[in-house]
């Protein structure tokens, strides 16, 4: 039998990122489902969303190894290659690469159509003013009709892991949760890189973003009348 290789795959940020992506996707799917005034905290989460989406972008070319975009996105060639059964890697297999890529695609397209959505009872996208009316209920459909296909996609996300770490016997949940994983690929090396500089300027890009997207650089709303200067009929 070969030996097992145990290395470091997914470095501390990585995981985070998805556990935190979990946790803020199901609240909003609960805060957007219920409307009313759970729509204010709806919005709050887009906007943390949209932050851990930009973090994980820019994750994705300063991080560690097998975080990096380089190292797990791969052409059709590829993707047919693991579909034959001769492809053999480490992390991301060629045709999960590509469901996290078109998942996190479309996470990203629901957070900035969010901006500019609106129901017009209870929630209006801090950036819903710079576009035309038409613009917005345009989004907003979209918005709406997004959940579905995203759920979709979560649940057929969940249903491969589950299915490699049963039926396959790679367990995909383990090394999100500590970062290590035994590979039977002897030349296979821990994850190395995305130290704490990297990953402080993540974060900044994250933070500059999200206050970009919550109205930072739009004019101030102007300031109320000074009481008694408006006639109290």
């Known amino acids: 039998m070969m030996e097992e290789n145990r290395i470091k795959l997914w470095d501390l940020p990585t995981r985070l990122f998805h556990w935190l992506l979990v946790a803020l996707v199901a609240l909003a799917f609960a805060t957007g489902l219920s409307g009313g005034n759970w729509m204010v905290w709806h919005g709050r ?6 932050g851990l ?17 380089a190292k797990f996105v791969r052409g059709p060639g590829t993707i047919l290659a693991y579909l034959r059964g001769h492809w053999q890697g480490v992390g991301h297999n060629p045709l999960g690469a590509l469901s996290v890529l078109v998942l996190l695609g479309l996470l990203l397209f629901q957070s900035l159509s969010g901006l500019f959505a609106t129901d017009d009872i209870a929630f209006k996208g801090p950036l819903q003013a710079l576009v ?36 396959h016997k790679n367990d995909l949940i383990r090394p999100m949760l500590n970062g290590y994983a035994s590979v039977k690929d002897s030349t296979a090396i821990s994850a190395t890189g995305g130290g704490p500089l990297a990953f402080l300027m993540a974060l900044a890009i994250a933070a500059v973003l999200v206050w970009i997207a919550a109205g930072g650089l739009l004019p101030p709303p102007p300031a109320p009348p000074p009481p008694g200067s408006v006639p109290n009929w």
């Open 53 to 69: 989406l930009a973090f994980r972008l820019a994750w994705g070319f300063i991080g560690s190894t097998y975080a990096r975009f």
């Open 132 to 167: 035309p009316t038409d613009t917005s209920d345009w989004l907003s459909g979209l918005h709406r009709q997004a959940i579905w296909l995203i759920g979709g996609l979560v649940s057929l996300h969940l249903g491969a892991t589950l299915f490699h770490t049963w039926f």
């Open 45 to 50: 989460i887009g906007l943390a969303i949209l």
